[in-house]
């Protein structure tokens, strides 16, 4: 490997799944180096000289910030394209961020949610039917509030960290492997989705749309999720259809909605603080109180968050990370402070989904992008009615009639990577 390539700029592997490096295109200006060295914790992370391959967690925050567009998320909406024109059965669902990025790509004000217009445009597309990843986030919510309060009571393996950030769980897996038995074992919102479509249409192609680069290697750890396709990418589609993405009408879910719980996954502190609704549901019987329905000290765009609350007789210590690059000094935390706690959310990129590697490049992504995206998510969640997991009633029939209830054999076999 050439030495020289390691101080001008991020390596990437021929082999690297999620993205690529068109060499005309780079300049070798080395903003890629720059986010992965002070927001992602890689760059600095490893030793390069010695390292056979380039380490890379596939956040692919160096393609939302190369300026020359030389860093690309590879391609797979030709391969469901293709799938569409056999006449297979092909299968979306949207991710909780992607509804407030893509208008980004189309002239919206940043945080328009045009998830209607979208799966306007999915159908033209031939989709057979549009799912909300929402969904499965409200299952994830379930399983993890679930497991949380288990490990809390046991006093095992905590704290537990979060796993639905394919990049945080690679980061994890190089840099704290001894932390592994510490991360949640619940698959991530898409592959829960992909997991109860599968059960019930055994032969769709099911296509995952996100902001997020590490997720076209998230699919292919299990047979959940077919292909994942980033913004940026399925923007791209719908431009080379000639669709007219503005003068769309607007459609509806086929099936498979959420609660704002699991829209409010896409921005960072949303998964703690969709679970803690959740606990608090499980452990008292009642809705949770205004302050947990809006957790402000977990929301935001600090680095590290932390806030303590008590749900009857237990205490629950929360702590959310935004940025891999941080994760050493919640390490020290824990090891050198000795400070507890109970559940550590963590995610790779800078804001959560909202500002995810595979996101727009058509705003600049600073602190303005991100607080308008999560604006938005947050406004939904104030206005819906239903703004916990457990009050879905497709959350409740799945339980019902497939999985029993969180945590059950069938909930693990599904839903679960027991090893990861
Ligand atoms: Fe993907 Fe979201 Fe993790 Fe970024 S924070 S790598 S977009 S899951």
Redesign the pocket.
């Known amino acids: 490997m050439n030495k020289l390539e390691y101080l001008e700029r991020v390596p990437i592997s021929k082999d690297n799944i999620c993205i690529h490096r068109e060499e005309k295109k780079c300049t070798k200006c080395g903003a890629c180096k720059g986010i992965c060295k002070s927001r992602i914790g890689v760059y600095d992370n490893y030793d390069m000289k010695s390292a056979k391959e380039p380490m890379c967690i596939n956040?692919g925050q160096c393609s939302l910030v190369c300026p020359n567009h030389s860093i690309i998320e590879n391609y797979d909406y030709q391969k469901v394209r293709e799938a569409i024109k056999k006449n297979k059965t092909v299968i979306f669902e949207i991710a909780p961020a992607t509804r407030f990025l893509l208008g980004d790509e189309f002239g919206y004000k940043q945080g328009k949610n045009v998830i209607y217009k979208l799966i306007t445009a999915l159908k033209k597309m031939g989709a057979s039917y549009v799912f909300d990843t929402t969904f499965g986030a409200d299952l994830t919510i379930c399983e993890e509030a679930t497991e949380l309060i288990n490990r809390i009571k046991a006093n095992d393996r905590l704290p537990m960290f979060t796993s639905?950030?394919?990049?945080?769980v690679k980061y994890a897996t190089y840099f704290y492997p001894n932390y592994l038995k510490n991360l949640s074992s619940c698959k991530s919102p898409i592959l829960m989705t992909g997991a109860i479509i599968k059960k019930m249409y055994p032969d769709a192609i099911v296509v995952s749309i996100?902001?997020?680069t590490?997720?076209k290697y998230e699919v292919t750890i299990t047979d959940d999720v077919d292909y994942n396709l980033t913004v940026r990418e399925i923007a791209l589609w719908i431009k080379k259809e000639g669709i007219d993405f503005r003068n769309l009408e607007n459609t509806r879910f086929d099936d498979f909605t959420g609660s704002t719980s699991g829209l409010i996954f896409g921005t960072s502190g949303g998964v703690s603080e969709a679970v803690i609704r959740y606990a608090y549901h499980k452990l008292t019987g009642n809705n949770p109180p205004k302050k947990l329905l809006n957790f402000e000290q977990i929301r935001g765009l600090s680095d590290i968050k932390q806030a303590k609350i008590k749900i009857k007789d237990i205490d629950i210590s929360i702590a959310v990370i935004n940025g891999t690059g941080d994760v050493p000094k919640i390490i020290s935390m824990i090891e050198n402070d000795k400070i507890h706690f109970d559940i550590i959310e963590v995610?790779?990129?800078d804001g959560?989904?909202i500002a995810?590697?595979g996101g727009p490049k058509t705003s600049r992504i600073n602190n303005i992008t991100k607080n308008n995206r999560s604006n938005s998510i947050y406004k939904e969640d104030k206005k819906n009615k239903r703004k916990c997991s457990y009050q879905n009633p497709k959350i409740k029939k799945i339980y019902k009639e497939v999985l029993i209830k969180p945590g059950s054999d069938i909930s693990h076999e599904l839903l679960h990577k027991e090893d990861l």
């Open positions: 956040c639905c950030c394919p990049a945080w996100t902001p997020c590490a997720k995610m790779a990129c959560g989904c995810g590697g």
